[in-house]
T-cell receptor, first 113, second 113 residues
Framework: NAGVMQNPRHLVRRRGQEARLRCSPM?????VYWYRQLPEEGLKFMVY????????ESGMPKERFSAEFPKEGPSILRIQQVVRGDSAAYFC???????????FGPGTRLTVT | TQLLEQSPQFLSIQEGENLTVYCNSS?????LQWYRQEPGEGPVLLVT?????EVKKLKRLTFQFGDARKDSSLHITAAQPGDTGLYLC?????????????FGEGTQLTVNP
């Protein structure tokens, strides 16, 4: 399966813990996007990365959230000191180039207890 | 803030009926995508339209991009239970730099046998 891979699919964290979400783009894709889908809301853009660079992080909360896409390995979305309001489905998408079609992974469903 | 408004929000029809879903904005989009999302999964790309007035057909699905590139529609002919799902429109606005997608809140379609 050469699609976008995300893991874990489900993640449960207690308030105050850290959450790490991983995304492996489609083969050959070097552009990665993260979106968040809160309950009863639509998908909202968070951050756009290219290998080793953050291109657009205008949708990222100012505190506790960070993202990286290293030269080797998957893209990581990191949420520190999680709160209940962080509970959501987090989706990663990848594209071949900057204006290319975005293909989504299956998502990571984060539950903060 | 660019906003894509989808209508209707919910649609329940009988097998064999036709339906149209609308996606409207006051902003101009350089491209617009339609996705379908199943529960617990990520959005799956159906089509991309980029030219004002463009019409694309995918079996029983017809997609149209408005002449001014501010609106789009999805028409399904002779709906089947397998068409049930959440249909999302998403666009790349000309007003924003980068490649982030702005999503509508979706149309939940249920096709009853």
């Amino acid at each position: 399966n050469a699609g976008v891979m995300q893991n874990p699919r489900h993640l449960v964290r207690r308030r105050g813990q850290e959450a790490r979400l991983r995304c492996s783009p489609m083969k050959g894709h070097s552009h990665v996007y993260w979106y968040r889908q809160l309950p009863e809301e639509g998908l909202k853009f968070m951050v756009y990365l290219q290998k080793e660079n953050i291109i657009d992080e205008s949708g990222m909360p100012k505190e506790r959230f960070s993202a990286e896409f290293p030269k080797e390995g998957p893209s990581i979305l990191r949420i520190q000191q999680v709160v209940r309001g962080d509970s959501a489905a987090y989706f990663c998408a990848s594209s071949l180039n900057r204006d290319g079609e975005q293909y989504f992974g299956p998502g990571t469903r984060l539950t903060v207890t | 803030t660019q906003l894509l408004e989808q209508s209707p929000q919910f649609l329940s029809i009988q097998e064999g009926e036709n339906l149209t879903v609308y996606c409207n904005s006051s902003s101009v989009f350089s491209s617009l995508q339609w996705y379908r999302q199943e529960p617990g999964e990520g959005p799956v790309l159906l089509v991309t339209v980029v030219t004002g007035g463009e019409v694309k057909k995918l079996k029983r699905l017809t997609f149209q991009f408005g002449d001014a590139r501010k609106d789009s529609s999805l028409h399904i002919t002779a709906a089947q239970p397998g068409d049930t799902g959440l249909y999302l429109c998403a666009g790349e606005s000309e007003e924003t730099s980068g490649s982030r997608l702005t999503f509508g809140e979706g149309t939940q379609l249920t096709v009853n046998p």
